[in-house]
């Protein structure tokens, strides 16, 4: 689903490609969980291939992260 606003969505692709590339450098993982009443937009080390009917807990737990960290 993309985001109704450009510049968001522009936004949201921009740090999604800024955060697979430094994850590649650097080695790190990272959850971006972006939510609105009719958006969302969930992605794991940059990429956003995470099936719709996954929590967000699970996400997390993908890379070690537990809810109450965040």
């Not at 650097?26 to 996954?54: C, H, N, W, Y």
């Amino acid at each position: 689903m993309e985001h109704p606003d450009n510049e968001v969505r522009s936004a949201i692709i921009r740090l999604a490609d800024a955060l697979c590339m430094w994850e590649r450098a650097t080695g790190r993982e990272s959850v971006m969980i972006i939510r609105e009443r009719d958006f969302q937009f969930r992605a794991l080390s940059g990429k956003p291939t995470i099936p719709d009917d996954m929590k967000d807990s699970e996400i997390m737990g993908l890379i070690g992260m537990l809810p109450d960290e965040c």
